[in-house]
């Protein structure tokens, strides 16, 4: 089996020991309205569910922009890099220093 499954498997244990918990059948008042005899387990399924609806409405369009600036920042680097190709890409070690081989002196002045 996949971990992917028994993840699954165990999440749907897990959901199903907190309904058998929470069998509990209560009132709700939502403005104008009243709901009578309304699982408890139901009502908190369905307040996570659109928690998670509406962070992810707040959060998408965010993300959405920053992929589309990546998108263009790439094709800029890759415009740049042809049209000065004899410039060589170089990474420079932590902090800007120079990271060189083992023949030569290190750093530390050994």
Partial sequence: MSV???????????LVIFTLQNTVLISLNVFFWKITDAP???????CLILGVLLAFSFT???IWK???????KQRQIRELEA??????????GPEGIEMTGGDEKSFFGD
Avoid: D
Wanted: aromatic content about 8%.
């Fill in 40 to 46: 408890l387990v139901l009502t908190l399924l369905i």
């Fill in 66 to 72: 920053l992929k589309s600036q990546l998108k263009e």
């Fill in 4 to 14: 992917g499954i028994i993840f699954l498997l165990v999440l749907a244990l897990l």
């Fill in 60 to 62: 998408y369009p965010r």
């Fill in 83 to 92: 049209l000065h190709p004899e410039v060589p890409f170089e990474i420079a």
